[in-house]
């Protein structure tokens, strides 16, 4: 007879929950970071025009070669430093777990900080260890160090700025810990156009360093690209992990013609990032509500009770992130990606009547 998944399925997946996604028909979407903003119509056009050109019958060439030099240039990669391409940094955060899961091979984190580290660290059989934030989500550094002295890990990711907490570390802490670390430290820079800081031009400074990105937080969540930054020899080695195929024909035309264009991108995304001072002030003066300070295109806080608030939400047509038992450092929390004027007009006033 046929055994059951129950049976055969490795026991750590069993014991996982799949990514949460919430169905946002409908909804005023506040819930994954993306840019509120499209395109420009005009551009739309054009963007058109250039995927018809796009040889689907091809293969895609395996590096993506082309736009790697157009994001090397655009985003001012150092001399000596190489990219490589990821269907998305969710797949790039895979490809670097995988590649240094040896046997007994630990992986250090702080926490909370974006699950997909952990769910890597369990499907690569890496062994997790973290370092709880700070209770204002600041960053422990000498708490930290002490842990990677004691663990030795050989893979750490911090999230600058942090997700969900959009905290920035400050530069002196991240320094300490790449400097402290025997092993890989992984900056993941989803944020950096509304950080505005960045590890990537120092790159050469640190051998042990690599930077990540996305163009997801940037208005181009749907194209899936993240790209990496490290020295050649490390990404001769995560090379061998990817997918020879990784990032589709499409994918990189679309992102061709969105970096030809990336002031548009920008200028919504500082569009976004005024948006984000005034909602703060509006959300801090609800009842009961503290908003935690962010550096990225989101904002957290913590309300009376957040599953209230998240289902008065909802009725009311708005989708937000709830936080609530994932993390005790995230209990009565939730999460809202920063959007267009009259979107955050709704969210308070939806968010006044649901608290
Ligand atoms: C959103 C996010 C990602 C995922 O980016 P994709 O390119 O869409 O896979 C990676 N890291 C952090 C910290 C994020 O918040």
Redesign the pocket.
Known sequence: MALTPQQLVRAEILALRAYPVADAAGMVKLDA?ELPYRLPEALRQELAARLAQAEVNRYPEPTGKRLRQQLARRMAVPEGIELML?N????L?QIVTFALARPGAVMLIPEPT?V?YRINATLSGMTLASVPLRGDFSFDCDAFVAKLREVRPALVFL?YP??PTGVLYAQSDVEAVIRAAEGLVVL?E??HVYARKSFLPRLAEFPNLVV?R????LGL?GI???YLAARPEWVAEFNKVRQVYNVSVLTQVAAEFALEHLEVLEEQAAAVCAERAQLRVQLAALPGVTVYPSEANFLLLRVPDAQRAFDGLCRQGVLVRNFHGTHPMLAQCLRITVGKPEENRILLNALREAL
Do not use: E, Q
Not at 88 to 91: E, K, L, P, R, V
Not at 214 to 217: A, D, E, N
């Open positions: 970071m990821g998305g940094s969710d797949d955060i974006f997909v999230a942090n997700n993941d989803a944020y990540m996305t163009v997801s937080k969540a899936r690209l993240g």
